[in-house]
Nanobody, 124 residues
Framework: QERPVESGGGLVQAGGSLRLSCVAS????????MGWFRQAPGKEREFVAA????????QYTSSVQGRFTISRDNWKDTVYLQMNSLKPDDTALYYC?????????????????WGQGNQVTVSS
């Protein structure tokens, strides 16, 4: 089964930056809105950011607004999450997911294809 593939996580000091990438190609994953979610130890998976198929629609959770930027390159079937001014609270397993439709939402159940997750650790 096709699934998105994330890369780019790692360990960074507070205040630093990381960029996550997600490749989502093929007939199953193509032409969909894409989202990023994260899950910290002992916590539920939460919405981070999402982008529509065209890129015209973008949505962020309030805690990352102004620090994170989501973008996509449909020629490369790739979605990016640029994370700046990282904080220890951003430490989590980050997941890329494909939406059931062209337009994005922040509802986790609307995302039907999930990557395996990529660890981001921010040290203080």
């Amino acid at each position: 089964q096709e699934r998105p593939v994330e890369s780019g996580g790692g360990l960074v000091q507070a205040g630093g930056s990381l960029r996550l990438s997600c490749v989502a190609s093929g007939p199953t994953l193509g032409s969909r809105a894409m989202g990023w979610f994260r899950q910290a130890p002992g916590k539920e998976r939460e919405f981070v950011a999402a982008i529509s198929w065209s890129g015209e629609g973008i949505q962020y959770t309030s805690s990352v607004q102004g620090r994170f930027t989501i973008s996509r390159d449909n020629w490369k079937d790739t979605v990016y999450l640029q994370m700046n001014s990282l904080k220890p609270d951003d430490t989590a397993l980050y997941y890329c997911a494909a939406h059931r439709d062209l337009w994005m939402t922040d509802v986790i159940d609307d995302y039907i294809y999930w990557g395996q997750g990529n660890q981001v650790t921010v040290s203080s």
